[in-house]
């Protein structure tokens, strides 16, 4: 995604800040909460220390993510992806059964009340709404002008312009797969609300007291945290409610998960850095350097987001849905205002790229910092947060911040030279069909600074599509030690020499990774789908409306 700002309004200021800005996001909302969430089902199902959990978990995580890079990432998420959704579906129907199905779940959930209480407050009730998508604009706990239009934002950038998802796509054999992929993740998207969210709410219903709980005392014993204990509804679910075996099945399901979370982090922080980071210091980076150096920062990630495990925990009065979603309203707008009018906005300049993002940067956090220096209280205690925080929904102004955003932008493009008409040609909507003549100029220019490191091996060194060594060693070669063999495979390195494509071999390879050539069969079967796939989402929005 970066490079593809870079095309479109030249410089690398935008690049390397997209970058930059894209890993800190992904510390704070990615890595440090899956790590935060995995840790916390070990500690309820092993009675494991937190921090001795997560070590645990991450080991397990880092070795077949360093030692295999998008490629092994891609087939273990796939194979993750059936043993996720076949555990959910038996804990969904072992849930629903227990609390009566659906009927027997509003009725039980209304009267989840847990046993202490804190006196003359009302945080103990049960939202009256719990069953309603749509809430009250004003006090609703997520206001439906902003569940719309602000998660529409957020939504936006993680899908359409998050390197981690994106990758994905990019790694698609042609359009035609690619939007097939999307459309298959659109019908699994919708089975949260069945498989996450409802066995949640079954949670709350059964265990009132613990999943439940307001008191702050009561809640620190349970689960660590003085603000609530909602984290812990999904993994006591599964360890009160299924049998030993099936227990078992669960586990290895929200390890999975989690797992196949992180590593498509790592692969795509290892890419960002290396390739974007990295060679802006050194030009003439060999592959094998980039590939350590990638790994290497991966290790730096980890250790940050395990020294901010301690801020999730009491964040966002205990719920780590509304912490997520709350620094990515802070963060993410003014990237997902920044692509929307690169790929729809002809007019839109660098220089107005630019300060819009930093304008942006600068609100959002703003609004960070406070909000982490104004925590939310816990039941019975007085909120001395500011008003802005208190009154001002994090929704809300993800809507605000990335309208501003987009009126800094063109404001200030209108006052810059425009970029010419032909520097734009398959880089916006309006112009995705034209033919591009200098697609072997911007090959060789794209790979001129890398020192002369394959297309097809980049990627591989920094979390790219096929990071498989080559054992083969090449005639002559001087035989190494088992040591040196061992670590060179640990690290993705090869002892073969590297092969540079020709000035023509780059060319031929970048016109066919960027055609939107589709065959016209696969074209429609794709777009009948994303028509029935809407169709269901409207009609599901309607019913919980």
């Not at 060999?286 to 250790?303: A, K, N, P």
């Amino acid at each position: 995604m970066p490079q593809y700002l870079k095309k479109r309004f030249g410089g690398q200021r935008i690049q390397v800040y997209m970058s930059v800005l894209s890993l800190i996001l992904y510390i704070f909302t990615k890595i440090s909460t899956d790590i935060f969430s995995g840790a916390l089902f070990i500690q309820m199902a092993l009675g494991w220390n937190l921090y001795l959990s997560t070590v645990i978990l991450l080991v397990v995580t880092a070795i077949y993510t360093i030692t295999g890079g998008l490629t092994a990432v891609i087939y273990t998420d796939t194979l993750q992806t059936v043993i996720m959704v076949g555990g959910a579906l038996v804990l969904m129907f072992l849930g629903f059964q227990e609390v009566g199905w659906y009927p027997g779940l509003e009725q039980r959930y209304r009267q989840a009340i847990p046993n202490v209480t804190v006196p003359n407050t009302t945080c103990h009730l049960p939202r009256p709404d719990a069953f309603h998508m749509l809430r009250d604009p004003v006090n609703g706990d997520l206001p439906w002008p902003g569940l719309i239009f602000g998660l529409t934002v957020l939504a936006t950038w993680c899908w359409c312009t998050d390197q981690v998802i994106v990758q994905r796509s990019l790694s698609a054999k042609n359009l035609s797969h690619a939007k097939g992929g999307s459309v298959l993740g659109g019908y699994l998207k919708v089975l949260p609300m069945f498989f996450i969210v409802m066995p949640g709410m079954i949670s709350r219903a059964l265990y009132p007291d613990e999943v439940g709980c307001v008191d702050p005392d009561v809640c620190q014993r349970i689960c660590g945290a003085r603000v609530g204990c909602s984290n812990i509804a999904y993994p006591k679910l599964v360890m009160a409610l299924m049998p030993v075996g099936l227990r078992g099945l669960m586990i290895a399901v929200i390890m999975a998960a989690l797992m196949s979370s992180l590593t498509s982090i790592f692969n795509s922080s290892s890419t960002l850095f290396s390739i974007d980071v990295w060679q802006r210091f050194r030009r003439k980076a060999t592959e094998q350097e980039l590939m350590v150096v990638g790994r290497v920062f991966v290790v730096f990630l980890v250790v940050i987001s395990i020294l901010w495990i301690p801020i999730i925990q009491s964040a966002n009065s205990g719920q780590l849905f509304d912490y997520i979603q709350s620094v990515t309203s802070y963060l993410a707008p003014p990237i997902t205002a920044l692509f929307l009018l690169a790929i729809f906005c002809k007019r839109v300049t660098e220089p107005g790229a630019f300060w819009g993002l930093m304008f942006g940067l600068a609100v959002g956090l703003l609004r960070m910092i406070l909000e982490f220096c104004y925590p939310a209280p816990a039941c019975g205690e007085a909120d001395p947060r500011p008003a802005v925080l208190r009154d001002f929904h994090y929704l809300y102004f993800a809507l605000l911040l990335c309208g501003l955003t987009a009126i800094v932008i063109i404001t200030v493009s209108l006052c810059t030279t425009p970029i010419p008409e032909e520097k734009l040609a398959r880089l916006t909507w309006w112009t995705r069909n034209r033919p591009h003549s200098e697609l072997e100029q911007e090959a060789s220019e794209n790979t001129a600074g890398t020192a002369e490191v394959p297309p097809k091996e980049v990627p591989a060194g920094a979390g790219g599509a096929d990071n498989s060594s080559r054992s083969e060693e090449q005639p002559g070669a001087a035989r190494r030690s088992w040591g040196k063999l061992l670590w060179g495979w640990f690290c993705g390195l090869s002892g073969a020499p590297e092969q540079a494509l020709s000035p023509a071999e780059k060319a031929a390879l970048e016109r066919k990774l960027t055609s939107i050539e589709e065959e016209p069969l696969w074209r429609t079967v794709c777009n009948i789908n994303a028509v029935l796939l809407l169709a269901v989402n409207v009609f599901l929005w309607g019913y919980f409306a």
